[in-house]
């Protein structure tokens, strides 16, 4: 038990009894009224690679002393408590026990865990992250409830509840939000987080417009105020992947304190010249400046090409085995990500019951594509299209000011949260459309060619700058010790100003405003079990702000509505943990064609979901664990009209794109002999269609993962991945309705960690 901010006690679940990319090139093509320095700009990312190079190189010597002095003065920690109670924490965190008593951020800023907020809320541990390999934030986030994992070659995307995409499932690093394009880079490397936090269900009234299905939270790792401590990974496998990964952390002084992470990943991919390599920066820098005041700056910077794949063409709606590992992007492909963010964060507690927090940032982007990223069987030959090059330089700056207050209202406990943010943002955009060119190859023996220009080449199209505000308050109200009250509301007022290079007719300027709220009901009948009811309101836009055109200004921002109830419990002196939750969720005002005139669209469709979803975690002995969960969805365009041809076409009652009904995950965590751990892990993600017409279905996939490590030390292992066991085809995305982005089949990896 340990002291709750409000005056009472938080019962904690873990006690000892519970659980060569290349540089951006000078592109001959673009106009001359291109906004950007592409020397310059090539320049900069070569010095970004010497400079992330170098600070991996002196991490690892870092590392190196920092083992050598720890080995000669650090006391090791032993496994049982000083009681000499059984102690299964390790086990139990291992697992990924649902973590019910852990704060979770990405559900509230007042501080609540799972067990107190009436929503769905999941937190996933590095050590689960670690233990089946997961190599990317959006794989691990998919083991939650619900989640599914849609990514394709150029962005991430998660589909949860019935709704897909960036602006339906958002992405938050440390809590903080970045108004973005179709990709985000932050954290690039799972090893830079502490844990991952899901909100299922809404979550404007925390964010903004956007997530209406949810919002992942990547937690960073923090300084460690009290020791010194150390982090190395080597690891390699199949397909010549490699990876390695540094990272140190400790006091110095009494006052200041430091984390520095580092990591590089490469990889030749399954598939015909599907190379990868990122690098990545983690750094944060913490100063107690005094009893009640803390400053914490941090900056982040990665550098990514990503594999460069946009998948297999179907041939009559089926998959053609023997070409799934071709890749038909040209020769001079390029998908390159360039992106840097600062933050400084100041948590003031002027007094017991006031915690005061304002976090300023600014970041940069650059990407690069230059693909041809359509194919598709004409006759007995591929034919490619979509020869498409974007360049993109963002760059954002921003402030959210927050304040809690714990105090007595009617003479009840009330912790209230009151705060506002606002940023500003630009994008300017140059591509090579439009290009209609296309060329034929042979299936089984071609060249890859080099890309093709299209009439006007490569050009300067536009700039667009955003600049958002936006009011939010929380507030939970204790009406009786076991009766809470936990209410939000939050309003935006994005304006975006559009400036259009080539037709200044284009030009515009729109504001978006959107209101969101809820209001949940938490009931604690035990100490151990939580019900719970909720509604919700959120906004989702049609588009990304950054990217919109003037034809969609004329266009609100959808509309959503949730009901949720559900009941979260803890048994066996907290080792196991379950939770159920059903909902109902609406979204309105999303695109439709008009009847009057199919050619036009109008914002006056609705299309919604309902469903269930369980979990389940127990450490049923100090060496044996398991977690579970699932979900059972009904979700489907309510009122949505397709031009098909000349035609207008109903799609009411059709399962929206990208959408799976159904999904459930398994993890079994067992340790036979102290040094030895064992894990294995399944995943089944039902059948999808890619198209509204539900004709070209995705079919059901079941993937089984397993782990091997062998403790040589207390803080020194060696483990065996492998993924995908008994190496399944399966379909990942689909990046259009007949071109399949498959799945990695089986595949390798061993692993050396050491702690210090």
């Not at 938490?522 to 909720?534: F, G, H, K, R, W």
């Not at 059901?700 to 991945?721: E, F, I, P, Q, W």
Request: hydrophobic share 35%.
């Amino acid at each position: 038990m340990r002291p709750g901010r409000n005056g009472g006690f938080r019962r904690s679940l873990v006690c000892a009894r519970s659980p060569p990319l290349r540089p951006c090139e000078e592109t001959s093509s673009c106009a001359g009224t291109c906004p950007f320095d592409w020397k310059t700009q090539r320049g900069l990312h070569m010095n970004t690679r010497s400079l992330l190079s170098g600070l991996i190189r002196s991490g690892a010597s870092c590392c190196a002393l920092a083992a050598s002095v720890t080995a000669t003065h650090a006391q090791e920690t032993a496994d049982a408590a000083p009681d000499g109670t059984e102690n299964i924490v390790v086990t139990a965190r291992k697992a990924g026990v649902l973590q019910l008593g852990q704060q979770a951020d990405a559900s509230s800023r007042l501080g609540l865990t799972p067990m107190q907020t009436p929503a769905s809320v999941d937190v996933i541990t590095k050590e689960m992250i670690r233990s089946l390999g997961d190599r990317t934030v959006v794989a691990a986030a998919a083991r939650a409830p619900g989640l599914i994992n849609n990514s394709s070659a150029f962005g991430y995307s998660l589909s949860s509840r019935g709704f897909t995409g960036y602006t339906s499932v958002m992405q938050l690093y440390d809590g903080m939000r970045v108004y973005t394009t179709t990709t985000q880079t932050f954290p690039a490397d799972p090893w830079m987080a502490e844990r991952i936090e899901v909100l299922r269900g809404a979550a404007s009234v925390l964010y903004g417009e956007g997530g209406i299905g949810g919002a992942i939270n990547v937690v960073r790792k923090k300084p460690n105020t009290e020791e010194f401590e150390g982090e190395l990974r080597l690891s390699g496998g199949s397909f010549d992947t490699y990876a390695a990964a540094g990272g140190i952390g400790g006091p110095i002084g009494d006052k200041l304190s430091y984390r520095v992470d580092l990591s590089y990943n490469r990889s030749d991919g399954w598939m015909e010249r599907g190379r990868s390599r990122s690098l990545a920066l983690s750094a944060a820098l913490r100063y107690q400046a005094s009893d009640d005041l803390v400053l914490t700056l941090t900056h982040d910077r990665a550098d990514l090409d990503p594999t460069i794949w946009y998948g297999t063409p179907l041939r009559d709606g089926k998959l053609v085995r023997e070409i799934r590992k071709k890749n038909y992007n040209i020769a001079d492909r390029s998908l390159r990500f360039d992106d840097a963010w600062t933050q400084a964060k100041a948590e003031w507690t002027p007094s017991d019951g006031v915690t005061i927090t304002n976090v300023a940032y600014y970041l940069t982007g650059f990407k690069h594509w230059r693909n041809a990223e359509g194919y598709a069987w004409s006759g007995d030959q591929i034919r490619r299209s979509s020869y498409l090059e974007i360049f993109y330089k963002t760059k954002q700056w921003g402030d959210r000011f927050n304040a809690v207050f714990d105090h007595t209202l009617l003479g009840m406990d009330h912790r209230l949260s009151l705060g506002g943010e606002y940023n500003s943002g630009s994008l300017l955009r140059t591509d090579s459309s439009p290009n209609s060119r296309s060329d034929l190859v042979d299936p089984y023996d071609y060249a890859p060619g080099t890309f093709l220009d299209g009439a006007f080449g490569t050009r300067y199209k536009y700039k667009t700058d955003v600049q958002q505000w936006a009011l939010f308050g929380e507030s939970r109200l204790s009406l009786s010790d076991r009766l809470s009250l936990v209410t939000g509301l939050r309003y935006d007022r994005p304006k975006t100003e559009r400036h259009d290079a080539l037709d200044p007719t284009a030009d515009y300027t729109a504001r978006y405003p959107s209101t969101s709220w809820r209001a949940g009901l938490v009931y604690n009948p035990t100490d151990t079990i939580s019900l719970y009811a909720q509604y919700s309101a959120a906004a989702d836009p049609v588009t990304a702000f950054l990217t919109a055109t003037l034809a969609q200004t004329s266009f609100d921002v959808s509309t959503g509505r949730q009901w949720e109830a559900g009941a979260k419990a803890t048994f066996l002196d907290g080792r196991g943990e379950f939770t159920l939750s059903g909902y109902r969720i609406v979204k309105k005002k999303i695109l439709t064609r008009s009847a009057n005139d199919p050619t036009v669209s109008v914002q006056v469709g609705q299309q919604s979901s309902y469903g269930v979803e369980a979990s389940f975690g127990l450490a049923v002995t100090k060496s044996f664990s398991i977690l579970a969960n699932g979900t059972i969805l009904n979700a489907q365009y309510d009122d949505f009209d397709e031009l098909v041809g000349t035609e207008l076409v109903s799609r009411n009652g059709n399962m929206p794109i990208g959408v799976a009904e159904k999904a459930a995950n398994l993890w079994l965590s067992w340790r036979p002999v102290q040094p030895l751990h064992l894990d294995t892990g399944l995943r089944h993600v039902g059948k999808r269609y890619s198209d509204a017409a539900n004709t070209r279905r995705i079919p059901a996939y079941t993937l089984v993962d397993a782990s091997a490590r062998y403790d040589l030390g207390k803080k020194t292992s060696v483990t065996l991945n492998l993924r995908n066991v008994f190496d399944r085809i399966y379909v990942q995305n689909s990046y259009s309705t007949s071109q399949w982005v498959l799945g990695e089949p089986r595949s390798v990896a061993v692993t050396f960690e050491q702690r210090f």
